[in-house]
């Protein structure tokens, strides 16, 4: 790995150098690094880019490493992970992805698409987080899609966090709930600039007893726009709620468009949106404890994108 | 310390808030601001915050001309300022609040001291996050505790008890009868509780915009309390609309 892939690897997975158990490192399109473990097998795909990761049952809280990371302009990735999680299986999905443009002028680009199968009871925690740097002049873009399917009684929770630097992001999240099935969806954004993202959610919740809790908190500054886009379906008796929490400020756009549907009377499904710039009060109260307007202000989306 | 010269403040030049208010507050004292809602209380307080500006007349803190300093020069000369109803946040949780207060982060236990103070389990609300999910008496008693945490100069605080239950109300008052007498620092409170007004050194009443008594409380609370004309005196009224409810 260059500096620039181990500067990206450290931002995206919080490590310093490969970690022990199981892992998988993309660098500019191909597997640079690689480790199974005696519960977590990886292997190539051998139709397209990318890989399976297999998850024994009944494997113990194991974390996973797969981090993407592209270190120079001009490069488009596209790759394919599969997970297939056994049942009762407990593991945490350390992903994300890092591109820089260096100081080229040329963009670079990763297309990530990660499908998820859930097994019965099992357990997945997948914490993503998109980095952007360089200093070049060409975009920054990601556009993730995450497709999760999930039998009876397992629970998912993801966490996705992007803070600025990623000049166009277009983000899919697509499940499908069984019975007692739960997920549960953080996603954390900020853009600036003329950044543009796009965030798509499609839950459908098909067993009985499923939950889906998706909570987006945002911030959009300068001239950025986002867009929110949730359509959660309950077909049985389940429990859908999807919130979408946004600050805008300077010249900042975000629209949020909620779509519930209930086919079943036992459906409860609710969405809640809040868009706003910071409340004047917030400051006030800040800064009557001593911070500066700017520290208040920095303080306050701190605090909302924790 | 704290001097206020002829200060007024009025919207949109018409309505008068606040009219010619002359108010020397010496060190060390613990003084209660009273009277009927909509008599300038509030303002007065946010007047020497800094979050609202006067509009005529000046302010002196410490012997130096605040009068156009902000919020946050303010804070910094020793002012602190309990709002009435205190500000939510997402994310900021009770010992963030605390550290920000204290000027430098605090670890979990010295933090907790705050909040122990102020009568609330500090494990079950040292990383509770000051959102919507407290309830008015749990967020109005962090909110104290950040004010005991600055520990400044002179601290305001408008209507602490408000949305504060009896049993806390009870320590509330050894709150401050604890902070009069643990420093040199000053106190207001915008009060319309007996109890309250009791423990001051000094009480100021306001109708109108204008401070219509002020001194000791054995000289004012007695005439506070046994108005001759309750039905025509705004303060009793105030106090008897507030029994109706």
């Not at chain 1, 060409?138 to 995450?146: D, H, W, Y």
């Not at chain 1, 009557?288 to 909302?304: C, H, N, Q, S």
Request: glycine content about 10%; aromatic content about 4%.
């Amino acid at each position: 790995m260059n500096d620039i892939t181990k500067a990206l690897m450290k931002q995206v997975t919080g490590l310093d150098e490969l970690p022990e158990g199981a892992y998988n490192v993309r660098e500019d399109s191909k597997s640079v690094a690689r480790q199974s473990s005696e519960n977590i097998d990886i292997v190539s795909k051998t139709d397209k880019s990318g890989i399976d990761i297999i998850v024994k049952p009944n494997t113990p809280s194991e974390y996973v490493y797969i981090p993407a990371l592209v270190s120079c302009g001009g490069i488009t990735d596209l790759v394919y992970n599969d997970f297939f999680i056994g049942e009762n299986a407990d593991v945490t999905v350390v992903a994300g992805c890092g591109v820089s443009t260096g100081d080229s002028c040329d963009g670079s680009e990763h297309n990530g698409i990660h499908r998820f199968f859930l097994g019965k009871n099992s357990r997945v925690k997948y914490v993503e987080k998109h980095i952007g740097v360089g200093e070049g002049t060409g975009k920054r873009v990601i556009n993730p899609e995450t497709v999760v399917e999930q039998e009876e009684g397992s629970f998912m929770l993801m966490e996705t966090t992007q803070i600025k630097g990623v000049d166009s992001t277009e983000r899919i999240t697509k499940a499908i709930l069984k019975e007692n099935a739960t997920l549960v969806i953080k996603e954390k954004l900020m853009t600036h600039g003329q950044q543009t993202a796009v965030s798509k959610f499609e839950v459908d919740m098909n067993g009985k007893d499923s939950s889906v809790n998706l909570i987006s908190r945002s911030v959009a500054r300068e001239h950025s726009k986002q867009t929110f886009i949730s359509k959660i379906t309950g077909n049985t008796q389940c429990m859908g709620h999807s919130e979408c929490d946004a600050i805008i400020m300077d010249h900042g756009v975000v629209s949020a468009i909620p779509q519930i549907t209930a086919n079943s009377v036992e459906a409860t499904l609710i969405h809640e949106a809040a868009i706003g710039k910071i409340a004047g009060d917030q400051m006030i109260k800040l800064m009557t404890l001593g911070l500066t307007e700017g520290e208040a202000e920095a303080k306050i989306i701190e605090g909302f994108l924790n | 310390m704290l001097v206020l010269e002829k200060v007024s403040f009025a919207i949109d030049s018409e309505k008068e808030i606040l009219k010619d208010i002359n108010l020397t507050i010496d060190s060390g004292k613990l003084i209660a601001i009273t009277g009927p809602n909509g008599g300038g209380k509030s303002t007065l307080a946010r007047i020497i915050a800094g979050v609202v500006k006067p509009t005529k007349g000046k302010i002196f803190f410490k012997g130096k001309d605040i009068t156009v300093l902000g919020i946050t020069e303010r804070a910094k000369m020793g002012i602190s300022f309990g709002f009435q109803q205190p500000v939510r946040f997402k994310g900021i949780t009770a010992h963030d609040l605390i550290n920000i207060a204290a000027g430098k982060p605090l670890t979990t236990h010295d933090a907790s001291y705050y909040l122990s103070e102020v009568g609330l389990c500090a494990k079950d609300y040292i990383h509770r996050e000051m959102n919507d999910k407290l309830s008015g008496g749990e967020i109005k008693r962090i909110e104290i505790a950040t004010i005991i945490a600055r520990n400044t100069t002179l601290s305001i605080f408008d209507e602490p008890e408000a949305g504060i239950d009896l049993w806390s109300f009870n320590h509330l008052i050894d709150v401050f009868k604890k902070m009069h007498s643990g420093k040199e620092g000053s106190i207001i409170i915008i009060s319309h509780q007996e109890r309250i007004l009791e423990v001051a050194d000094e009480i100021i009443a306001m109708v109108n915009g204008e401070i219509v008594q002020q001194g000791s409380k054995e000289l004012v609370l007695p005439e506070l309390l046994n108005c001759s004309d309750p039905k025509s005196c705004l303060y009793c009224k105030d106090i008897l609309e507030g029994e109706e409810s």
